[in-house]
Structure formats: C-alpha cells, structure tokens
C-alpha cells in the first residue's frame, strides 16, 4: 500500500452513504490504514424523478463510482450491495463484504403500529417493485405509490402527510439512528428481502492487491456466502431492478440455507422456492464453500423458472 498517500474512498454523499463509507473508514484506520472520503455524484442521484427502473440502465447508484476506482481517482469503492449489479466490471473485484445488518423491509408510520393495523386504502410510498409486489399481496386493499429520494427526504414526505406509511430497509434506518421509528419489521418469510439488502459492498483495483489485502481483512465469510447465493438467483433470473425478485441467503452452522422469490406487480401471483445445503467441509471461508453457494443459488432459480417464473419477470418489466 502506497505509504506517501491515504486510502481513498469513494461513495455517494447521501447520508447513509457516508454513514457506510465513515464506518469503513474508521475500520480501516482500526487496521492501521491512513484514508480519505471522496463524494461521487451517481446518475441515480441526479435522476430524481419517476422510478429507478425507469432510468433504463443498470448501475444507476455504482457506475460513477466504479469508473473512478479504475480510473485512479480513489482506490475503493463502497456502495449497499444491493445497488451492485450482478455482473462483474473488468478490473474490479469484490474485496470485501462486512458483517451484514439486518435483512428485513421496515414500516414507517404514524397512522398505525403494524401493516395489518392499516386502514383500507392507505397510501403506501415505495419506490421498489420487490416491495410493492410483496406488500399487495399482503394487503391487496391498500393503496402502493412510487416514492424516491433518500432516506430522510422519504421521512420527510411521511411526516408532511404525502404517504401514510412508508417501506425502507431495516439497516439503513440502523445504521442513521432512527430505528425507533419502526413501526414493524417486515422480516421473512412474511416479506424477503432484496439480494444483498442490508450488506455493503467493497470494491477494488483487480491489480491493486496491497488495498485488496487490508480491504479483505473486513470480509465476512457467512455474509459473503449468503449474498453470493441471492445474487446467483437475481443473475440467472436475468433480473434487475425492473423486475420482482427477492431472496434471502444465510448460513446456519454447517447449513446454507436459501429462499427466493418471484411477484407479479399486482401481488396475486407469488412463486416461491427454497433450497438446503449441508456445507461440512464446503465451509463459507473457502472457494468450495462460494462454489456451493452459486449452486444452491442456481438451484433456487431454475426452481422458480419451473413455476413461470419467466413470464412474471417479462410482464413485469413491459409494465
């Protein structure tokens, strides 16, 4: 590692960006790393209006920052991992992926203390298809509408009265503090999450193997093992953020276990399937133990398209 500069890490600037990149930061500086935090603009951050999967390409909150790791402008790029597209930029590689926090989609309200307690036709903002599709299906009375923006501005537009309830993701309502405006936690199996969700993504220079090398120090091989299963299914789905896909990997002792799942927008049609894996010596540290993540995640999908799956993800993604 060059010893005449720090670190350089790129992110996003919205809070929780920088609530993710300073958590990286202060661990790598626990390891003895000098860094420093470079703000990147991302399409998706520019394009506010109308719905992510509408921009029309993948990548919308990474791309930018991705070109600057291989450009030279900074060395690692933090991004959530479920932000990440399925496939790899050349010359980048996946160092690291952290402990994960929790998984699970939250509800935030004023009006109730539950998604069951919601009235009739309550208006509910939500700019992810996964969610709409799964919460419809859940209470098909209430009333789904696109929200955008990050964080605080979706708190912001609760509390002006624009939504009665909103759905974000559990972690990053950890990670900024306000968990205690959970209302309830919409944990699986009620709800799956996004693949990735609650992860962070540490990216680096293919040949940069000195930052690879106390960036891999922050890895954690349970969560890395998970994500690789969920997002083996998105990929082999042929998904995005224009389609309903959601799962949910985690390794239990010696088992990988693996749900996924696909929606029809309106929520009526619902496909689910799940796979177990005994680990044993394939442990999740190993390249034995990603290699049997990818097949339980291959598994889960062909599953899934057994069940129509393909035609949900078309209609879909035609409106």
Request: glycine share 10%; with cysteine.
């Amino acid at each position: 590692m060059p010893s005449d500069r720090p670190l350089r890490i790129g992110t996003r600037a919205s809070k929780l960006a920088r609530w993710q990149s300073e958590w990286v930061a202060a661990e790598l500086t626990r390891l003895g790393a000098q860094v420093e935090i470079v703000e990147i603009t991302t399409r998706g951050d520019v394009e506010q209006l109308g719905p992510v999967a509408g921009i029309g390409v993948q990548g919308v909150f990474t791309k930018e920052i991705q070109a600057a790791v291989l450009a030279g402008e900074v060395d690692i790029a933090v991004h959530s991992l479920k932000d990440l597209p399925t496939e790899q930029v050349s010359g980048l590689v996946l160092a690291a992926t952290p402990p994960r926090e929790n998984v699970a989609d939250a509800l935030v309200t004023n009006a109730a203390s539950s998604l069951g307690e919601l009235p009739a036709g309550a208006r509910i903002g939500t700019g992810s298809l996964r969610r709409r599709a799964q919460v419809l299906h859940l209470r098909p009375d209430l009333h789904v509408a696109g929200i955008r923006g990050n964080v605080d501005t979706r708190l912001r537009k609760l509390d002006a009265g624009e939504y009665d309830a909103i759905i974000l993701a559990a972690a990053g309502l950890t990670r900024l503090g306000w968990a205690s405006r959970i209302a309830d936690y919409l944990e699986p199996p009620r709800m799956l999450p996004a693949p990735g969700q609650g992860s962070l993504a540490l990216e680096c220079r293919a040949d940069d193997l000195a930052t690879q090398a106390i960036v891999g120090q922050l890895n954690d091989p349970d969560t890395r093992i998970g994500i690789v299963a969920e997002r083996t299914i998105l990929a082999a789905l042929h998904g995005g953020c224009s389609a309903p896909i959601a799962a949910w990997g985690r390794v239990d002792g010696e088992l990988l276990r693996v749900d996924g799942l696909v929606a029809s927008l309106d929520g009526r049609e619902v496909l689910r399937a799940s796979t177990l894996v005994k680990l044993s010596a394939a442990t999740s540290s190993n390249a034995a133990g990603l290699a049997a993540a990818e097949l339980a995640g291959h598994d889960v999908a062909a599953t899934l398209r057994s069940l129509g799956a393909e035609a949900i993800i078309l209609a879909a993604r035609q409106g």
